[in-house]
C-alpha cells in the first residue's frame, strides 16, 4: 500500500490480503489445471448463462440454451453493437421471436 | 430496459485521530490501525462533506496535482482496505467463537472468607450477587485437584495454561495454594506442557516464608490496594472499622523487595472520595515501589454511597490523561511507565483486537468457586443464579451458550454505532449485571468514558508508532489479565 501505513498486526493483515489480490485477476485467468477448458470471466458470475462454457468447457451442459444469450445482448446488457436498437429505431424487431430458443430464426438482420 | 446505477463512496467506518502533526484511522470493523497521507487524508476529508462519485474524488485529486493513475491506485487502494465503500456501510457481524474453544485460564477461588472488610467488595458488599450460604469456605484439596484436572482436559491443545488464586483472602487458604501449584506443575509437566500462577491478595497476610514461596514459583502478584494511608484506611478496613495500610505498607515492601522473578502491580479500586488519581499513583510506584499500578472505578449500582458521582469521574478522567502523557513521555524515551490503562490497551491495539466479548469469562476463561461450581469469572463466585456446571460433572454448554450468547457483540443493539466495540464490547458482564440486572447489557453508564481513553490511548499510540515504533514490540506478548 503506498498511501496507508500499517501501524498494527491487524492493519499489516489487511496490507497482505490486498497485496496478494493483485495478482487476483491474471490468477482467474489462468486455469489450476492446464487441461481444463478456458473459462472467460463475464455475465456467467451475474447468473445470466449466454456466452459462457459449462463445467467441460462445452455448452451441452448449460442451464439455458445458447441462444438465450441473443436476448442478454437485447434486454439486459449494454451491448448495443451486437443487436439492433430497440429503444429508439426497431422497437419491433424481435416481436416475432417469442421463445428465444424455438423461434430464434426469426430474428433478422435490420439495415440502418 | 437499461437501468443506470450512479455509484457513489462513502466513508467506511472508521475512527481518526491525529498524533504529532500526523492523521491516522483507526478502521472500526477490523481493529486496524493506519497512518494516512495527504492524498488520502483529502479524500476522507472530501467524504465528510458528503457521498462522492468516482469522477468527483478523481477531479478532487487532480486538483491537487494528482496525476488520474496515481489517483485511480489511491482510491482503489483505499477501498480495497475499506476505508471508503459504495452503498450501504453495514457493520460485519462477528462470528461466534467456535464451540469447543479451548479453555487457557481457571480463576480458582480457593476460598470465600476474607480478613478485610472492605465496604465496596463486590462479594461482601451491598451490590453482592454471591449466595455462600451452606456452601464451604475453603476450597478442599479434593475439589482444587478436580478443578486442575478440569482446566488440563478443557484446554487440551494449549501448550500453556495459566491458574490464578483468588479469594475472598487468597492468603487465607494459603497451604491449599502450596499443593496446588505443586500439583499442577507436576501434572503438566508430564503432559510435556506448562502452566502459570498468579494471585490477587490483600497483603495483610504476607510472611516471608509465603513471599520466598511465591518469588520461587514465579507466581504473579497483584496487590489489591487503593493509595496512601488516609486514602487506603478510607474503606480497606478490618471488621473493626480500623485501617489495614499500617499492616499491609511493610508487608508489601518486603514483598517488592524480595519477590524478583515477576512484576509486582498494585490494583486500585476507585471510589468516592478516593479519586485522587495521581496522587494514589505516585504513592504506590514511586515511594512504594510497585513496578505497575492499575485504576478501576467501583463496581456499583448507581446508588450506592461509595460509587464515584459525576464531577469527580471527570477528575479522574482529567488525571487518566496526565499520566497518559507522562506514559508517552517515557515511551518516547524508551522507558517503561508503570500505569497498567496504558500498557494494556496498548498491548491490545497492537494486536488489532476486534471482540466479539469483552473479556474470555466464560470461553477461554472460568471461575471455580471453593464448593467447586463453575462460573463466568470469579466475580460471579459462588452466585448460584450464574453457575455453569461443577469442575466434577464438567461444563454445563446449554448455559454456558446462553451467557455467550446474551454477551457477544452482537446482542448488544447499542455498541452497533460505536467505533469503540472492538475493544470494549460493552464491557464487564459482572457490572452489567450489577448496574443493568443483565450480563448481557452494555455498560452504557461509561461508553463516553471508554470512548475518550481508547482516543487517548491510539494518539499514544500513533505518536509511539511515529517516533519509537521498537518500544511498542515490548507489549506485543503482554497478556491483559486483569
Known amino acids: 500500500m503506498k498511501h496507508l501505513r500499517a501501524l498494527n498486526k491487524k492493519a499489516r493483515r489487511i496490507d497482505e490480503i490486498l497485496s496478494s489480490n493483485d495478482a487476483d485477476v491474471v490468477a482467474l485467468q489462468q486455469s489450476p489445471n492446464p487441461n481444463r477448458p478456458h473459462v472467460p470471466m463475464g455475465c456467467s458470475l451475474a447468473f445470466s448463462p449466454g456466452w459462457e462454457v459449462d463445467a467441460a468447457g462445452g455448452t451441452a451442459g448449460l442451464c439455458q440454451p445458447v441462444e438465450r444469450d441473443i436476448y442478454d445482448c437485447y434486454v439486459t446488457c449494454f451491448w448495443p453493437a451486437q443487436v439492433p436498437d430497440h429503444v429508439n429505431n426497431y422497437p419491433d424487431w424481435a416481436d416475432k421471436c417469442a421463445v428465444a430458443t424455438k423461434d430464434w430464426r426469426k430474428l433478422d ?4 | 430496459m437499461n437501468v443506470t446505477i450512479k455509484h457513489s463512496y462513502r466513508r467506511g467506518e472508521f475512527h481518526q485521530f491525529a498524533s504529532s502533526d500526523r492523521r491516522f484511522l483507526y478502521l472500526v470493523p477490523a481493529g486496524a490501525i493506519f497512518e494516512i497521507d495527504d492524498p488520502a487524508a483529502r479524500v476522507i476529508d472530501r467524504l465528510g462533506k458528503g457521498t462522492a462519485s468516482h469522477q468527483e474524488l478523481m477531479e478532487e485529486l487532480a486538483a491537487a496535482g494528482m496525476e488520474a493513475p496515481d489517483a485511480h491506485e489511491l482510491i482503489g487502494e483505499l477501498f480495497g482496505a475499506r476505508v471508503i465503500g459504495s452503498g450501504e456501510i453495514a457493520p460485519t457481524a462477528l462470528a461466534n467463537p ?16 476474607c480478613n478485610l472488610s472492605c465496604t465496596y467488595c463486590y462479594e461482601f458488599g451491598q451490590d453482592k450477587i454471591a449466595t455462600p450460604q451452606g456452601k464451604p469456605k475453603y476450597m478442599d484439596l479434593a475439589t482444587a485437584k478436580a478443578a486442575v484436572d478440569f482446566l488440563l482436559k478443557q484446554s487440551a491443545g494449549r501448550k500453556a495454561i495459566h491458574i490464578t488464586f483468588f479469594g475472598g483472602e487468597t492468603l487465607m487458604n494459603f497451604p491449599l495454594l502450596k499443593d496446588i501449584v505443586t500439583y499442577a506443575k507436576e501434572k503438566t509437566a508430564a503432559e510435556g506442557r506448562t502452566v502459570d500462577f498468579s494471585l490477587t491478595t490483600n497483603a495483610t497476610l504476607l510472611t516471608p516464608p509465603i513471599v520466598a514461596f511465591l518469588s520461587e514459583n514465579e ?21 473493626s472499622g480500623k485501617g489495614s495500610y499500617a499492616v499491609v505498607e511493610p508487608r508489601i515492601r518486603h514483598l517488592i523487595a524480595n519477590h524478583r522473578t515477576r512484576a ?27 513496578h505497575e499500578v492499575g485504576f478501576a472505578p467501583v463496581t456499583s449500582s448507581s446508588e450506592a454511597d461509595y460509587a464515584i458521582t459525576g464531577k469527580d469521574m471527570d477528575s479522574v478522567v482529567a488525571q487518566f490523561h496526565a499520566l497518559a502523557d507522562e506514559w508517552l513521555e517515557y ?13 494494556d490497551t496498548l498491548s491490545e491495539l497492537i494486536q488489532g483486537v476486534n471482540k466479539s466479548h469483552p473479556c474470555g469469562a466464560g470461553l477461554g476463561l472460568l471461575g471455580v468457586g471453593p464448593s467447586g461450581d463453575l462460573t463466568p469469572c470469579h466475580r460471579f463466585a459462588d452466585a448460584d443464579a450464574h453457575t455453569l456446571g461443577h469442575v466434577n460433572t464438567g461444563l454445563d454448554r446449554a448455559k454456558q451458550s446462553d451467557f455467550l450468547t446474551k454477551g457477544h457483540i452482537n446482542a448488544k ?3 452497533q454505532t460505536c467505533w469503540a466495540r472492538p475493544l470494549c464490547a460493552g464491557g464487564c458482564h459482572h457490572e452489567a449485571f450489577v448496574r443493568y440486572g443483565d450480563t448481557g447489557h452494555a455498560n452504557l453508564h461509561y461508553c463516553d468514558w471508554i470512548r475518550d481513553w481508547t482516543d487517548k490511548c491510539l494518539r499514544i499510540y500513533g505518536a509511539v508508532a511515529a517516533h519509537n515504533p521498537g518500544f511498542l514490540e515490548k507489549f506485543a506478548e503482554r497478556k491483559a489479565l486483569s
Open chain 2, 331 to 343: 515511551a518516547l524515551q524508551g522507558r517503561m511507565h508503570g500505569f497498567t490503562n496504558v500498557s
Open chain 2, 413 to 415: 443493539y447499542d455498541c
Open chain 2, 219 to 239: 507466581i504473579g502478584v497483584t496487590v489489591s490496594m487503593d493509595g496512601p494511608a488516609e486514602l487506603q484506611d478510607k474503606r480497606r478496613v478490618y471488621k
Open chain 2, 98 to 113: 467456535p464451540d469447543d474453544f479451548p479453555l487457557q485460564s481457571l480463576v480458582m477461588n480457593i476460598t470465600n472468607q
Open chain 2, 264 to 290: 509486582i502491580t498494585a490494583r486500585v479500586t476507585l471510589t468516592d472520595g478516593v479519586t485522587d488519581v495521581v496522587r494514589i499513583y505516585r504513592h504506590l510506584k514511586d515511594d512504594i515501589g510497585f
Open chain 1, 109 to 112: 438482420l435490420v439495415f440502418p
